[in-house]
């Protein structure tokens, strides 16, 4: 006996696309800025010490959230239509690992990882829309 569906159906992600938010990206970005503020006001050894740590760890969480993000929500229709999202989620998860926010305590750095964060949030809500 075989077995076909009655309905196919077809969906643009892996699950419900409810799932997915940059959102979670965004706290961790903020997060990375606010430590870095609070590292420049307090000359304490121990204090710096463990802010950078943490300002690493939240930065690794914006590189995974990211990550999935423009591996599992975003697809080939979304790139054609924002060509310039491939480039800008490089250069955003670059920025939250090594060459930005995560090597440096300076929160204009924490600030325009956030600024691409946000852009990439802006882009997402557009490509809900449609």
Avoid at 21 to 38: F, L, M, N, T
Avoid at 42 to 49: A, K, L, M, S, Y
Avoid at 66 to 80: Q, R, S
Wanted: with cysteine; net charge neutral; charged share 30%.
């Amino acid at each position: 006996m075989r077995f076909s569906p009655k309905t196919v159906v077809s969906a643009h992600c892996d699950l419900p696309c409810g799932v997915y938010d940059p959102a979670q990206a965004r706290i961790e970005a903020e997060s990375v800025k606010a430590i870095q503020e609070k590292y420049q006001g307090n000359e304490d050894p121990v204090f710096r010490q463990r802010a950078v740590l943490i300002k690493e760890q939240r930065a690794e969480l914006v590189k995974h959230h990211l990550a999935v993000l423009w591996h599992d929500y975003f697809k080939a229709p979304h790139f054609e239509k924002y060509p310039e999202l491939h480039t800008l989620f490089n250069d955003t998860i670059k920025q939250a690992s090594g060459t930005g926010a995560k090597q440096s305590m300076d929160p204009a750095d924490g600030q325009k990882l956030l600024d691409n964060v946000k852009e990439i949030d802006r882009i997402f809500w557009e490509t809900k829309k449609a």
